[in-house]
């Protein structure tokens, strides 16, 4: 009998199998369906000059602190480092920085959804410097020596919008291929007219441009417009002597056009390092700047991208209990073996026991069968009425059970009972052969 052959060789046949079958689904549970995270992460930032790239170095030491290595990829700008997430230029990033405006009023509507907002983190005012006496409006820009950007730039898509909305490109400009420090150095020593660049106020190329001879920082007629019509920007006040220690930079209040700054993911990153990513920006930005309060960054609000559950979850509630708890890769383990190991090894140690339990009581309902037709022979024998055919009919039943039992891989534990019921059977064929002869 099949069932008692499995019960009498459990353990070989019935619980190594499950323990086997348990550990191969913790096995590919765990690789392809909730892998662990990567240990090295991408960051693409900006140019060392910039102010993208600080911040870089910042969440490496963030990131380091908590076992994993973030690699800060230098860059041409926002434009590039879309173009690293979205897997169109190399090398692939994992993060990345953008500028507000670059995926206005949809980039990746053409595209898919391939990258994810983890936070807004900044506040980044546009620049424009100029030699020129007198210039206040982008239409003066026409036919000077202007530095609009790097190519691969935020700066360079934002100067080009702006340029649009007064009817100009780039051709009715002499437009220059200089940008960050070479462009602020040419524009000290002449050899350009204007440069406009997106950067935050601590960057080294403002201070610069702030104090050079010569260089005033240009106050736009129509900022109100531009922001009417290009929504990702907005206006803020930047006050007489902000930007200086001794008070005189700018010599008076200023209007100026700024724009947000985001932490932008690749749409598969690892859930786990999104949230991650997202506490280090909270860490990183939390604090006040020129033109934001305290805790106002990172946010997000008004997200030009997809933005990521993962992150909105970290932003309101903070990580998840297991991660505050454990370091970063104790916790990743942690969770998978709640999610995946003890599950599986529950149902696992539940199968084990029930497969033998059901085998033991098929075996043993089997022998109770046998013990019920004997019973019903011998009932039957008590009776007047049994003939001659009867008492063939249950010498054939009597040697039924005999052959079956002989084919019966009886359990150890069973045996007793096993040699009863061949005891029992024995009387019961004496009692016929007594009655009614052989």
């Not at 950067?199 to 010569?214: E, F, N, R």
């Not at 916790?331 to 029930?354: G, H, K, T, Y």
């Amino acid at each position: 009998m099949a069932a008692a052959q499995l019960y009498q060789r459990n353990w070989v046949l019935i619980r190594l199998p499950i323990a086997a079958l348990a550990v191969s689904l913790m096995v590919l549970l765990w690789s392809r369906w909730l892998p662990m995270p990567p240990s090295e992460i991408t960051l693409s930032a900006g140019r060392p000059d910039g102010v993208y790239y600080p911040y870089a170095q910042r969440y490496a030491s963030k990131f380091a602190e908590r076992g994993l290595t973030l690699r800060v990829l230098e860059s041409d700008g926002a434009v590039q480092n879309l173009a690293r997430l979205r897997g169109t230029a190399a090398p692939r990033a994992d993060l990345a920085f953008i500028q507000g405006g670059i995926g206005y009023p949809g980039v990746l509507r053409e595209t898919g959804d391939r990258v994810l907002t983890l936070a807004r983190v900044d506040i980044e005012p546009l620049w424009i410097f100029s030699r020129v006496p007198g210039l206040d409006s982008l239409q003066q820009l026409q036919g000077l020596r202007v530095s609009l950007g790097g190519r691969g730039s935020g700066t360079r898509r934002l100067a080009e919008a702006l340029l649009e909305q007064v009817r100009l490109t780039p051709k009715d400009l002499q437009d220059s291929a200089l940008a960050g420090v070479v462009a602020a150095q040419a524009l000290r020593q002449g050899t350009l007219d204007a440069m406009v660049l997106v950067s935050a106020p601590q960057s080294p190329v403002i201070s610069t441009l702030l104090h050079a001879p010569g260089v005033h920082l240009v106050q736009l007629r129509s900022s109100a417009a531009l922001t009417e019509r290009l929504p990702y920007l907005a206006t803020r006040l930047l006050p007489q002597g902000a930007l200086d220690p001794a008070g005189v930079v700018p010599a008076r209040d200023a209007t100026v056009l700024v724009t947000t700054s985001s932490l932008v993911a690749r749409a598969d990153l690892d859930p786990a390092v999104q949230r991650l990513a997202t506490e280090v920006a909270r860490e990183v930005h939390g604090g006040g700047g020129l033109f934001h309060r305290a805790g106002e960054f990172p946010s997000m609000r008004s997200i030009e991208y997809p933005g990521s559950a993962e992150a909105r979850r970290t932003l309101a509630h903070g990580l998840p209990w297991l991660e505050q708890q454990l370091p970063f890769w104790w916790a990743q383990v942690a969770w998978r073996l709640l999610v995946i190991c003890l599950p599986v090894a529950l149902a696992a140690f539940w199968l084990a026991r029930i497969v033998p339990a059901y085998l033991r009581w098929l075996v043993e309902s089997r022998v109770a069968r046998w013990y019920g037709e004997l019973m019903y022979i011998e009932d039957d024998l008590k009776k007047d009425t049994v003939t001659g055919l009867d008492v063939t009919r249950y010498r054939a039943r009597l040697d039924d059970i005999e052959k079956r039992m002989t084919t019966f891989v009886t359990p150890a534990y069973l045996m007793p009972r096993w040699f009863t019921l061949r005891k029992h059977i024995e009387f019961v064929r004496a009692s016929l052969y007594r009655q009614w002869g052989r």
